[in-house]
């Protein structure tokens, strides 16, 4: 299995530039594991058709943080740009620096913020280059990081150009404020709206909330054919005792647990993995699984996905759970049928 076995040609323009309003207006694409039967709904909305009494929706409500920061070297005034991935236990963050080769061990970086006013007194706000990690990655400390989400903007995928009016609809609806960490939003959540959830609660669904911290592997692609050498990041995460309980109740009643996005899967997979008391135990750590075609899948009984980029750590997960022929069959239909791809594209539900 190649790193090139996951690739597709997509034309630029199907790459969503901007969210449908509303959220849950967006296209379904339905794929059924059973019969390889795909079929087209017009409105997210309407996957309440496709849900049933007792299935358990398993979401992620980790909020982006407000990750992009600008800045500039006192001495020579020239511009950086940084990204923030991960916050370390020792105060540090993992961020990507932009331009990488000329910020090195000890440069220090003044942020700024253009759409500041002349009103606002700011203190000035310093962060550090503190040592250069793997792939070009900075670990950076700052001098003050409350003003953080004064500096701070809200990361947006490097294939989305358009400029986006309401920083919000890039966080999903149940994204919890005490819960920010994520240089990425987990898409698949963001076509739900508080009516869609009340609808899906009164119709006796239950609807749980897990914490995956979304990181770098969302935006870098995976290199080279060889998938054994390509190692993911390690992404915070937590489940709760009431979620992992509710879960493996489910389990065990043969009920569906569906799990809306790849974090989610992501992350009830690794922690199903190490549990040893129930079908999932509580947890807490950190998450780092990579899942290709071939992996046996211990929780979902379906997902709720977004359209991935092609060789893509995402496309090879789905593929694992869908299937990869059956996966290139439904890729290649919503390119035929003019589907909206990527973040702020349609919807999947692998059924």
């Not at 059973?34 to 409105?43: F, K, L, M, Q």
């Not at 939003?185 to 739900?192: D, K, Q, R, S, V």
């Not at 692609?221 to 489940?239: A, C, M, N, T, W």
């Not at 694992?320 to 049928?337: S, T």
Request: charged share 25%; glycine share 6%.
């Amino acid at each position: 299995m190649k790193t090139s076995d996951f690739d597709y040609y997509l034309p630029p323009e199907m790459i969503a530039q901007t969210p449908v309003e509303p959220r849950d207006s967006s296209r379904l694409l339905v794929v059924n594991r059973t019969d390889s039967g795909i079929t087209h709904v017009n409105a997210f909305c309407d996957i309440c058709r496709y849900l049933k009494e007792g299935d358990v929706l398993v979401f992620n409500d980790s909020r982006v943080m407000p990750a992009r920061l600008k800045g500039f070297k006192p001495e020579t005034g020239g511009k950086v740009e940084l990204l923030l991935l991960k916050h370390t236990q020792d105060g540090t963050w993992e961020a990507l620096v932009k331009p990488g080769k000329r910020v090195r061990t000890g440069t220090k970086i003044e942020l700024y913020n253009d759409s500041l006013t002349s009103e606002e007194t700011i203190p000035p706000v310093f962060v550090e280059i503190v040592d250069i990690l793997d792939e070009g990655i900075k670990l950076v400390r700052f001098s003050d990081e409350k003003y953080l989400p004064v500096f701070g903007k809200t990361p947006l995928p490097p294939y989305i150009h358009a400029p986006l009016e309401n920083p919000e609809r890039y966080q999903t609806i149940y994204a919890d404020v005490d819960k920010t960490g994520s240089a990425a939003a987990p898409t698949a959540g963001l076509h739900f709206t508080p009516e869609l959830i009340d609808t899906l609660r009164k119709n006796g669904i239950k609807c749980l909330f897990t914490t995956l911290h979304v990181g770098l592997d969302t935006f870098r692609p995976v290199q080279g054919e060889d998938l054994s050498r390509h190692k993911l990041h390690f992404e915070y995460g937590y489940i709760s005792k009431e979620v992992a309980d509710e879960v493996s109740v489910a389990k065990k009643q043969g009920r569906r647990v569906i799990c809306v996005g790849t974090t989610s899967v992501r992350l009830v997979e690794y922690a199903a993995g190490i549990s040893k008391n129930a079908p999932l135990d509580p947890f807490e750590g950190w998450v780092n699984l990579f899942i290709l075609p071939g992996y046996k899948f211990l929780i979902p009984n379906a997902i709720i996905t977004n359209f991935h980029l092609p060789k893509s750590t995402l496309l090879m997960m789905v593929s694992a759970f869908g299937g990869m022929e059956l996966m290139k069959k439904a890729y290649r239909e919503a390119i035929e049928k003019n589907y909206r791809f990527y973040s702020f594209g349609d919807a999947m539900l692998i059924l």
